[in-house]
């Protein structure tokens, strides 16, 4: 069973997010937060494997709350779920260590498959912020493009196919069919490239892969 806490400052929304998660069977909502700051104490009392973060709520925000609990040990995977897709709050939630991206719109069974997704260990975006991700992350020949080749150099030839398969979306499953590897041994090459790059997720190493212009 998915253990899922929910955020938001609106009982309604709250509701019926639940409604629609625990609709699925495999998904429980053990918690409820109104604001950031309930949100990560509910997040170290009921450890749950996934949240669904509100970004604008009164007194402590999404943002702060979910950088404080992505630094938890054994933190949740943070998805923000929000009416909002501007640019400074899709680079800074990622750059906090949210993994998903979603629309408060998204329809029921997506937002269902989001949670699953993340909850195996693969980043989920609405499909308008990650066409604007890869349009803005793809400049050729800028300062940032050099930068990004330089620190995947770092990796070995195994890692690089890894994360660019994973920055093309496949899960860790697609990825070992493709490159004939189990999928215990995909995670393990996963876990090295987070680790060489100093980075905290897929979703970050997957704008690195952009950045850098490896998926022509």
Do not use: C, W
């Not at 949100?39 to 009392?45: L, T």
């Not at 704008?207 to 998926?215: P, T, Y």
Request: no cysteine; charged share 25%.
């Amino acid at each position: 069973m998915i253990r899922v806490l929910l955020v938001d400052d609106e009982q309604l929304v709250r509701l019926g997010l639940k409604m629609i998660l625990e609709s699925a069977g495999d998904i429980e909502v053990v918690a409820e937060a109104a604001d950031g700051g309930e949100a990560i104490e509910q997040a170290i009392r009921h450890r749950p494997d996934a949240v669904l973060m509100d970004i604008r709520m009164p007194g402590t925000d999404g943002l702060t709350a979910t950088e404080r609990i992505t630094r938890l040990p054994g933190a949740p995977k943070v998805v923000m779920l929000t009416t909002f897709e501007l640019d400074e709050y899709v680079h800074t939630a990622l750059g906090y260590g949210a993994v998903g991206f979603l629309l408060k719109d998204t329809p029921p069974k997506d937002l269902i498959q989001a949670v699953r997704t993340v909850v195996e260990g693969n980043a989920m975006l609405s499909p308008t912020v990650t066409k604007r991700l890869i349009e803005e992350f793809t400049a050729r020949g800028s300062a940032r493009a050099a930068a990004a080749r330089k620190r995947l150099e770092a990796l070995t030839g195994r890692e690089r196919e890894v994360v660019i398969a994973a920055a093309r979306g496949l899960s860790n499953a697609e990825i070992g069919d493709e490159l004939h590897m189990s999928e215990a041994t995909v995670k393990a090459h996963m876990s090295r490239v987070l680790a060489k790059l100093a980075l905290s997720n897929r979703v970050q190493a997957a704008i690195l892969v952009h950045d850098a212009g490896l998926l022509d």
